[in-house]
């Protein structure tokens, strides 16, 4: 096991038996006074409680190492401990007709688990940042074909938060070696198990490819096993993940099933409800916000204050975002005069003359977008999707492309937390399709949530 897994683990450790300690003397304290029958159980039980909650976590598995640094599951094992924990001592106080549990049941247990998953996210937040920097990083050895395995070396290359450096490649058995990637090919696939120990890999990432059926894959598992080293299979649907997919065993074969992404019904209802009260809330939180930057367009420069441009939404319909004016008048008359800095059907220019002082300040942190906020009140947009595009751009899309028009596009979305306008053409339309793929609203609550990071650091925007 890698230090920095145990050093994480040890720090897991220790932060909850202090978020379980604190909530404890909390809840003892707060209800010192009427339990004065029960000072010395309700003492125990305090004394207990960080001990119960840590092995509880340790049951429950939030302490593995596959786990830790990357997706939800980690803190939906602690939720599913606090609830668990907190149903037992419910029935307990029930069945026992005594006072001394009820206190953890409305203090202890939830602030338990509501610090326990501050400081797990604080944790990763570190996390992220060293791997940024290229440390904590699990050491891979990628096996499949070369365009495969090239395509996995970009991705783990851009989203390094993920803590996967790809170290080696093993090509099937009769492809010339070389490099793939900028990684070198180290061998076949019947080296996989030599190349792991000789790099001192730690994880064997195996792509879908012919060679490596169920029998292949069992005997690479077996000898595997000797040096503990994870082995992780990519399935052919590599964009289609979390809730869509489920493992069902059948005539003994593990059947990945794979539900169609949810478009319409009540989870498409509760969505459009989010967006439009959440938009109404801020455009009343927001107004004397607005009204200044409006007031401040309109001085700084000749022209309006507000933007308006028909943009494509769900389905093909034509609506006309608002956003505040950032450039000068006559920008589309100048815009003959420009090329694109971006690949594909985007146009963007990173130093565009067009762009007034003020405009590029407010483009940093999407401000200018704030009156988008009307277009979400509307039904036009949600707060989160695809990025909204131009006419002339879908008349050019591809039958792939074209599925982004089966959502409503979005204030924010993966592209806005993924880079912005640094984005490669086709990087933003596989955010844009990922999205549309596996779409829920806890996803929609994720990419909110980073989108402030994204605004206030400014990265990308132009």
């Not at 809840?27 to 039980?45: K, M």
């Not at 030599?194 to 894959?217: I, K, N, W």
Request: glycine share 8%; charged share 20%.
């Amino acid at each position: 096991m890698p230090g920095w897994v145990r050093s994480y683990r040890l720090q897991a450790l220790v932060s909850d038996l202090g978020c379980a300690a604190a909530s404890a003397a909390l809840a003892f304290s707060a209800r010192f006074g009427e339990l004065t029958p029960y000072v010395t159980p309700y003492a125990l039980l305090s004394a207990a409680l960080p001990l119960l909650w840590v092995g509880a976590v340790a049951l429950n598995k939030a302490y593995e190492p596959r786990l830790i640094g990357v997706g939800s599951e980690e803190f939906r094992r602690i939720v599913r401990c606090g609830l668990a924990l907190t149903a037992a001592t419910a029935i307990c106080s029930y069945l026992t007709k005594t006072d001394v549990a009820r206190g953890y049941v409305i203090v202890a247990l939830p602030l338990t688990t509501l610090l326990t998953l501050l400081f797990r996210y604080g944790l990763r937040r570190s996390l992220h940042a060293r791997r940024a920097g290229g440390r904590c990083m699990r050491r891979v050895v990628a096996v499949g074909h070369r365009a495969g395995v090239a395509e996995l070396v970009d991705r783990f290359r851009r989203e390094r938060y993920h803590g996967m450096e790809i170290v080696a490649a093993c090509l099937p058995d009769d492809t010339p070696g070389g490099v793939v990637g900028g990684v070198p090919v180290a061998g076949g696939f019947s080296d996989v198990p030599l190349v792991v120990s000789q790099l001192g890999a730690d994880t064997v990432a195996v792509l879908a490819c012919p060679e490596m059926d169920g029998l292949a894959l069992r005997r690479l598992a077996w000898r595997l096993e000797r040096t503990h080293t994870e082995l992780v299979v990519a399935p052919a649907l590599m964009e289609v993940a979390g809730p869509r997919t489920t493992i069902r065993p059948a005539a003994g074969l593990p059947l990945l099933h794979v539900e169609h992404p949810e478009l319409t019904g009540v989870r498409q209802l509760v969505k459009n409800v989010f967006d439009r009260l959440i938009a109404g809330f801020l455009l009343v939180t927001l107004a004397p916000l607005l009204a200044g930057l409006a007031f401040a367009v309109r001085t700084s420069s000749p022209g309006p204050a507000f933007f308006r441009q028909t943009r494509v939404g769900r389905d093909g319909r034509l609506f006309t975002i608002v956003k505040f004016r950032t450039m000068r008048q006559d920008a589309e008359r100048l815009k003959v005069e420009l090329s694109s800095d971006a690949d594909g059907l985007l146009f963007k220019v990173r130093k565009d003359p067009r762009v007034t002082p003020l405009g590029a300040l407010m483009r940093r942190h999407s401000l200018d977008e704030l009156p988008q906020l009307v277009n979400v009140l509307l039904g036009d947009m949600s707060l989160v999707g695809p990025r909204p595009p131009l006419p002339e751009e879908v008349a050019r899309y591809g039958d792939d492309v074209r599925r982004r028009l089966l959502v409503r596009p979005g204030l924010t979305g993966l592209w806005q937390v993924s880079g912005r306008s640094d984005l490669s053409w086709e990087e933003s339309v596989r955010l844009d399709l990922r999205y549309v793929e596996n779409w829920s609203l806890m996803l929609d609550l994720q990419i909110l949530w980073k989108t402030w990071s994204a605004v206030a650091r400014g990265q990308g925007a132009y």
